[in-house]
């Protein structure tokens, strides 16, 4: 391709900052960043926010290479046909390469009551409203955190340090991704901090009320304050658009994560699809997957054939109040093992993982290219040759 290239990146969260930056190792890129806050919203610190110990935002000026222009909007659609995008204010933007790195949310809730009577928990703005309420809430007030992942169990853990009389109710495992030996490190840092963890057979909200939760085995539970962290959802965007999209709303790509629709977009982070096999929604796998982003659309710019995907995770950190935590380490797969660090020392290592993901965009934004990502997912190619084998045969 001869002349100047526009590249508009929906999304500003890691993923999406991690692509911009990237690109502007050419010089004869015009890249535009849309996003709906002015500010970097570090996700993985929402739970602090609730707590009181951090606010989770940092500024873009940090994050964000200088010749990336930053478009405070929202996109409310995308005309693949016309090559641009309609803004919330009812501008058009045009580009010759789109990246959809929208990210995800709360899960629309099925549940009865979690709309109108739980606080749910995965932006930014829905932290600062739960905090609030914190903040007013008795320091008796019962608090029921649902959702056994990590996010449930660094809240739980946060406001129990604080005093406050929580329950975690799992709807399942505690920790599901965790090693049987990570889980029972986890659930002792709980129960240290006075957590009351329910899990098991029974254990799923059937339905939430202003002042309690109701258990799938008939149990309930008195619930001043409702935090529903069960499940992330993705934004409607693409398929609003007419874009392919899985059943969770993520955008199909091929396994160098192109559009299966169209060449020009290119999707990363977790809203990403690739060979309908989606990483594990991740700030470990928004880094990897904005870089390679990046890279997709700088190969199709320079005549050359996209590289395929083959990164992947290899731990997961998860914080128990302020003083200690667990960090659970993998297999190249993203399969639990056996070994995991615990205590003050698991406590470090999360807080060096938080401080990691913006070091590593700021570093990318002074010296564009040279992001690398160690582990790489042996098993992804057999994974993805076994399913395209059993794909029905197109006649």
Same mark, same amino acid.
């Given at each position: 391709?001869?002349?100047?290239?526009?590249?508009?990146?929906?999304?500003?969260?890691?993923?999406?900052?991690?692509?911009?930056?990237?690109?502007?190792?050419?010089?004869?890129?015009?890249?535009?960043?849309?996003?709906?806050?002015?500010?970097?919203?570090?996700?993985?610190?929402?739970?602090?926010?609730?707590?009181?110990?951090?606010?989770?935002?940092?500024?873009?000026?940090?994050?964000?290479?200088?010749?990336?222009? *930053?478009?405070?909007?929202? !996109? +409310?659609? /995308?005309?693949?046909? &016309?090559?641009? %995008? @309609?803004?919330? =204010?009812? #501008?058009?933007?045009?580009?010759?390469?789109?990246?959809?790195?929208?990210?995800?949310?709360?899960?629309?809730?099925?549940?009865?009551?979690?709309?109108?009577?739980?606080?749910?928990?995965?932006?930014?703005?829905?932290?600062?409203?739960?905090?609030?309420?914190?903040?007013?809430?008795?320091?008796?007030?019962?608090?029921?955190?649902?959702?056994?992942?990590?996010?449930?169990?660094?809240?739980?853990?946060?406001?129990?340090?604080?005093?406050?009389?929580?329950?975690?109710?799992?709807?399942?495992?505690?920790?599901?991704?965790?090693?049987?030996?990570?889980?029972?490190?986890?659930?002792?840092? *709980?129960?240290?901090?006075? !957590? +009351?963890? /329910?899990?098991?057979? &029974?254990?799923? %909200? @059937?339905?939430? =009320?202003? #002042?309690?939760?109701?258990?799938?085995?008939?149990?309930?539970?008195?619930?001043?304050?409702?935090?529903?962290?069960?499940?992330?959802?993705?934004?409607?965007?693409?398929?609003?658009?007419?874009?392919?999209?899985?059943?969770?709303?993520?955008?199909?790509?091929?396994?160098?994560?192109?559009?299966?629709?169209?060449?020009?977009?290119?999707?990363?982070?977790?809203?990403?699809?690739?060979?309908?096999?989606?990483?594990?929604?991740?700030?470990?796998?928004?880094?990897?997957?904005?870089?390679?982003?990046?890279?997709?659309?700088?190969?199709?710019?320079?005549?050359?054939?996209?590289?395929?995907?083959?990164?992947?995770?290899?731990?997961?950190?998860?914080?128990?109040?302020?003083?200690?935590?667990?960090?659970?380490?993998?297999?190249?797969?993203?399969?639990?093992?056996?070994?995991?660090?615990?205590?003050?020392?698991?406590?470090?290592?999360?807080?060096?993982?938080?401080?990691?993901?913006?070091?590593?965009?700021?570093?990318?934004?002074?010296?564009?290219?040279?992001?690398?990502?160690?582990?790489?997912?042996?098993?992804?190619?057999?994974?993805?040759?076994?399913?395209?084998?059993?794909?029905?045969?197109?006649?």
């Amino acid at each position: 391709m001869t002349g100047h290239t526009e590249v508009v990146v929906i999304g500003g969260g890691y993923a999406g900052v991690m692509a911009a930056n990237r690109l502007t190792q050419r010089d004869d890129v015009t890249v535009r960043l849309i996003n709906p806050r002015p500010g970097f919203v570090e996700r993985i610190r929402l739970h602090q926010l609730v707590g009181g110990s951090d606010d989770a935002v940092v500024d873009y000026r940090e994050v964000l290479a200088e010749g990336v222009r *930053l478009v405070v909007d929202t !996109v +409310t659609r /995308i005309n693949a046909a &016309g090559r641009s %995008v @309609t803004l919330e =204010t009812g #501008d058009p933007l045009g580009y010759d390469y789109l990246i959809y790195a929208v990210g995800s949310g709360s899960a629309d809730p099925s549940v009865p009551g979690v709309a109108e009577f739980a606080y749910p928990l995965a932006g930014l703005e829905e932290a600062r409203r739960l905090r609030a309420a914190v903040d007013g809430a008795p320091a008796t007030a019962a608090v029921t955190v649902v959702g056994g992942g990590p996010l449930g169990i660094e809240t739980a853990a946060e406001l129990a340090e604080l005093g406050r009389a929580v329950t975690l109710v799992c709807g399942g495992r505690l920790g599901p991704y965790l090693h049987p030996r990570g889980r029972r490190s986890v659930a002792k840092g *709980l129960a240290k901090l006075g !957590v +009351t963890v /329910i899990e098991g057979p &029974g254990a799923t %909200v @059937t339905a939430v =009320t202003r #002042d309690a939760v109701q258990l799938s085995d008939g149990r309930e539970l008195p619930s001043t304050m409702t935090i529903w962290t069960a499940g992330f959802g993705v934004p409607d965007l693409a398929g609003r658009s007419g874009l392919s999209t899985d059943a969770a709303g993520r955008l199909l790509t091929d396994e160098t994560l192109t559009s299966v629709d169209d060449d020009r977009i290119v999707a990363t982070g977790d809203a990403a699809a690739p060979s309908g096999l989606p990483l594990r929604m991740s700030c470990q796998a928004a880094l990897p997957l904005g870089s390679h982003a990046a890279d997709t659309v700088l190969s199709r710019m320079a005549g050359e054939r996209p590289a395929d995907f083959t990164r992947g995770i290899a731990a997961m950190c998860v914080s128990l109040g302020r003083r200690a935590g667990v960090f659970q380490l993998a297999h190249r797969n993203d399969t639990a093992m056996r070994l995991h660090l615990r205590g003050r020392l698991g406590a470090m290592i999360k807080e060096s993982a938080c401080k990691s993901p913006i070091k590593q965009l700021a570093n990318e934004a002074r010296k564009p290219g040279s992001h690398t990502w160690p582990v790489k997912d042996v098993k992804r190619r057999q994974l993805v040759q076994a399913k395209r084998s059993e794909a029905p045969a197109i006649r």
